[in-house]
């Protein structure tokens, strides 16, 4: 049994002694180990299922520590580091000499990030070194915001996950990498393009498809429901097409009117994508969980954040 608790010091002991927990951030829960400990790191891989290929992103308390894990870092690297940290943007740099292998799957690049957590930030305090944490869900399955999320996936493997209450942003960090010093999005995220490009110019943008061997975990199907999951413009008539299914709907701002949809989940009543940004795995995870035939999902507007929302909702829909 995972216990959920609010004991920083007992989960500062266990990464001490080079366990692993989750752990909440700004975005996502991670899984939560010493950078420097290779018993740990073995673990996350192994309860995460995760392929030793796909590197993990380094968690650094403050920008004073970037100098322990990243060389070379180019100025407009360093002026993204200043306007979003701590913040959901991570940065793919040259690594530094003293990283383990087994963090950058061999790569000489790191993935870095300040979380904007308050637990996460005590936490790294107390620890006093660097914390790998993927999201803390096994590899493919959609990605949890809250305490409660973890302690289901990982209830054999993990003693404790720290709480840390829902997680504000609900979606991973923004990951931006560099070729020839020009910025590269590889992943969609929390910080929407516009916004990255208002400090640093035109992005090269890296696509699902690209098998770009920098970009090791942009596989096209992941944070996936166990639910069959469809992507459509036009949900009324996939409804249609759909008889004697047991549907449920995730929508952006405005519940259908049918009786025959057996639940329906409302990201932002409003139509802000911020907030839908941060209900979707809720809502993707409380979907899962109705015995559906089918999840029907709307295609969201391709600007701001609904780019990263859509981009997740291909993924899940692949198949
Ligand atoms: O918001 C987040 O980023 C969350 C929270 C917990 O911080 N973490 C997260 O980690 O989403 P993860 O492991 O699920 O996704 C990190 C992605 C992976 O797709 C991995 O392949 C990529 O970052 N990555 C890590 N190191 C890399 C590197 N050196 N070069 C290219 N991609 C890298
Ligand atoms: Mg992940």
Known sequence: MTLITTDINLASEMLKNEDVIGMPTETVYGLAGNIYSEKAIKKIYEIKKRPFINPLIVHIKSLECLNKVAINVSESALKLANTFWPGPLTLILDKHSSIPDLITAGKNTVAVRIPNHPVALALLE?????????????????????????????NDEISIVLEGGNCQKGIESTIIGFRNKQPILYRHGSISVQEIEAV?????????????????????????????????????????????????????????????????????????????????????????????????????????LGKTINDRLERATKR
């Not at 620890?127 to 289901?152: D, M, Q, R, W, Y």
Request: aromatic share 8%; hydrophobic share 40%.
């Open 126 to 154: 107390i620890v006093n070194f660097p914390l790998a944490a993927p999201s803390a869900n096994p590899f493919g399955c959609i990605s949890p915001t809250s305490a409660k999320h973890v302690a289901e996936y990982f």
């Open 200 to 304: 640093v110019g035109k992005l090269e943008i890296l696509t699902k498809n690209d098998s770009a061997p920098e970009a090791p975990g942009m596989l096209s199907k992941h944070y996936a429901p166990i639910t069959e999951t469809f992507l459509t413009n036009d949900v009324i008539e996939f409804i249609k097409k759909s008889p004697h299914k047991k549907i449920g709907l995730l929508l952006f701002k405005q519940e259908i009117d049918n009786q025959k949809i057996i639940h329906q989940e409302v990201l932002s009543k409003s139509g802000d994508l911020k907030e839908a940004a941060s209900n979707l795995y809720a809502a993707l995870h409380r979907l899962d969980k109705l015995n559906l035939d089918i999840i029907i999902a709307e295609q969201f507007p391709d600007i701001g």
